[in-house]
T-cell receptor, first 115, second 113 residues
Framework: GAGVSQTPSNKVTEKGKYVELRCDPISGHTALYWYRQSLGQGPEFLIYFQGTGAADDSGLPNDRFFAVRPEGSVSTLKIQRTERGDSAVYLC?????????????FGPGTRLTVL | AQSVSQHNHHVILSEAASLELGCNYSYGGTVNLFWYVQYPGQHLQLLLKYFSGDPLVKGIKGFEAEFIKSKFSFNLRKPSVQWSDTAEYFCAVNEGNNNDMRFGAGTRLTVKP
């Protein structure tokens, strides 16, 4: 069956530009998560959606980062005024009900490079 | 600060050797514990998880992990590794009913044929 998909797979941008990263979760999964993985590190939690609402955005590093999930399915992570330090792999995951014990299924990630 | 520690950054073993990867966490309350694996060129996928019951958890591909509450540990084990186990392994923890899962930095396992 279809897993979590993310587009684009790679994004190269210049410092100061705006980028959008897209995540398509597994059909029927109500919970969606964004993580950021820097080189040599484990994934770092950014934000969690339950349905259309952001249930926990405590991991967003600053107000340049924003995410939406308007219809409770596809989500977009938006980064304004990108900085070189934003370069990382951005991972999306989804789970069936959003319980803390649920398995999170990860997508392949979007590799963002800010020049 | 709350954290997850994986003691080994890179482990190199020969086929048929036994494996143990360490994971310690610093949360004081109820925790849910996970091990994820990332094979070369593939997505992160779940190996096993613990949230209650028997502290010895069996996962896929012959892996198991033991939750030792008094040591705040959740070490991953496999009695005999194969070349196909070459991958990066991540320990992850979330606390109680929270969904912000915290990952360790990962351990890269290389199995020599």
């Amino acid at each position: 069956g279809a897993g979590v998909s993310q587009t684009p797979s790679n994004k190269v941008t210049e410092k100061g530009k705006y980028v959008e990263l897209r995540c398509d979760p597994i059909s029927g999964h109500t919970a969606l998560y964004w993580y950021r993985q820097s080189l040599g590190q484990g994934p770092e939690f950014l934000i969690y959606f339950q349905g259309t609402g952001a249930a926990d955005d405590s991991g967003l590093p600053n107000d340049r980062f924003f995410a939406v999930r308007p219809e409770g399915s596809v989500s977009t992570l938006k980064i304004q005024r990108t900085e070189r330090g934003d370069s990382a792999v951005y991972l999306c995951a989804s789970s069936l009900a959003g319980l803390s014990t649920d398995t999170q299924y990860f997508g392949p990630g979007t590799r963002l490079t800010v020049l | 600060a709350q954290s997850v520690s994986q003691h080994n950054h890179h482990v190199i073993l020969s086929e048929a050797a036994s494996l143990e990867l360490g994971c310690n966490y610093s949360y004081g309350g109820t925790v849910n514990l996970f091990w994820y694996v990332q094979y070369p060129g593939q997505h992160l996928q779940l190996l096993l998880k613990y949230f209650s019951g028997d502290p010895l958890v069996k996962g896929i591909k012959g892996f198991e992990a033991e939750f030792i509450k008094s040591k705040f540990s959740f070490n991953l084990r496999k009695p005999s590794v194969q070349w196909s186990d070459t991958a990066e392994y991540f320990c992850a923890v979330n606390e109680g009913n929270n969904n912000d899962m915290r990952f360790g930095a990962g351990t890269r396992l290389t199995v020599k044929p």
